[in-house]
């Protein structure tokens, strides 16, 4: 599901980074516009810094399952860079934790608004096994996946560069690769449907088992 963040602890005014168990949810929501706070580093003066710490917030914009009370969350991680300015919406599933704080436990930011106004994930060819390794995107995904029509230049991860070759068929296999080399999925899966499949990932689900 595209996952650049670690996993960390949210709360909707600060954070503490902990090492939490990844099993399930309790929200599932869309954040935008995130806002970076860098933390310093300690390293030693040779030393190359690959990751940096990072509080980043987000504003919470649709909450698709769950409750949270705070309009804005804040996450501490690291990250290397910012992501993509071209990114709009984040699909975050976080859990409750003591203190009305959350753990984020997936991220998928490859979503774009389809012509009818629904968050979609275009998918334009296979899915590597590491994107269902955690249980929040079924094995099965093919059988959510739609028809869907978008503008495929707002679909930024596949764009492809000009100064390289060309896709081989196998990475656009679902797709189709037009003449700016822009790779257009013909189906994808809705960010609710995304989350109505993790049905079995709900905290209060796993509990009643």
């Given at each position: 599901?595209?996952?650049?963040?670690?996993?960390?602890?949210?709360?909707?005014?600060?954070?503490?980074?902990?090492?939490?168990?990844?099993?399930?949810f309790?929200?599932?929501?869309?954040?935008?516009?995130?806002?970076y706070?860098?933390?310093?580093v300690?390293?030693?003066?040779?030393e190359?810094?690959?990751?940096?710490?990072?509080?980043?917030?987000?504003?919470?914009?649709?909450?698709?399952?769950?409750?949270?009370?705070?309009?804005?969350?804040?996450?501490?991680?690291?990250?290397?860079?910012?992501?993509?300015?071209?990114?709009?919406?984040?699909?975050?599933?976080l859990?409750?934790?003591?203190?009305?704080?959350?753990?984020?436990?997936?991220?998928?930011?490859?979503?774009?608004?389809?012509?009818?106004?629904?968050?979609?994930?275009?998918?334009?060819?296979?899915?590597?096994?590491?994107y269902?390794?955690?249980?929040?995107?079924?094995?099965?995904?093919?059988?959510?996946?739609?028809?869907?029509?978008?503008?495929?230049?707002?679909?930024?991860?596949?764009?492809?560069?000009?100064?390289?070759?060309?896709?081989?068929?196998?990475?656009?296999?679902?797709?189709?690769?037009?003449?700016?080399?822009?790779?257009?999925?013909?189906?994808?899966?809705?960010?609710?449907?995304?989350?109505?499949?993790?049905?079995?990932?709900?905290?209060d689900?796993?509990?009643a088992?």
């Open positions: 599901m595209a996952l650049a963040l670690t996993v960390t602890f949210i709360s909707p005014a600060s954070a503490e980074t902990v090492e939490v168990d990844t099993s399930c309790d929200v599932a929501l869309i954040a935008t516009s995130p806002r706070r860098w933390q310093p300690d390293s030693a003066p040779d190359i810094i690959i990751r940096s710490p990072v509080s980043i917030r987000f504003a919470v914009k649709q909450v698709i399952a769950g409750a949270i009370k705070s309009s804005d969350i804040e996450v501490r991680t690291s990250l290397h860079t910012r992501f993509n300015p071209a990114i709009k919406q984040f699909l975050l599933f859990k409750v934790e003591y203190g009305g704080k959350y753990t984020l436990q997936e991220m998928n930011y490859q979503l774009v608004y389809d012509r009818s106004g629904k968050l979609v994930w275009p998918i334009a060819s296979p899915l590597h096994t590491s269902t390794e955690d249980g929040f995107t079924p094995s099965n995904y093919e059988t959510l996946m739609r028809p869907i029509h978008y503008r495929a230049r707002d679909a930024w991860w596949l764009v492809t560069s000009p100064d390289v070759d060309p896709p081989s068929a196998d990475e656009y296999s679902w797709g189709k690769l037009d003449k700016d080399r822009i790779i257009t999925a013909s189906r994808g899966i809705s960010a609710v449907d995304l989350v109505a499949a993790a049905a079995g990932k709900r905290c689900a796993k509990a088992r």
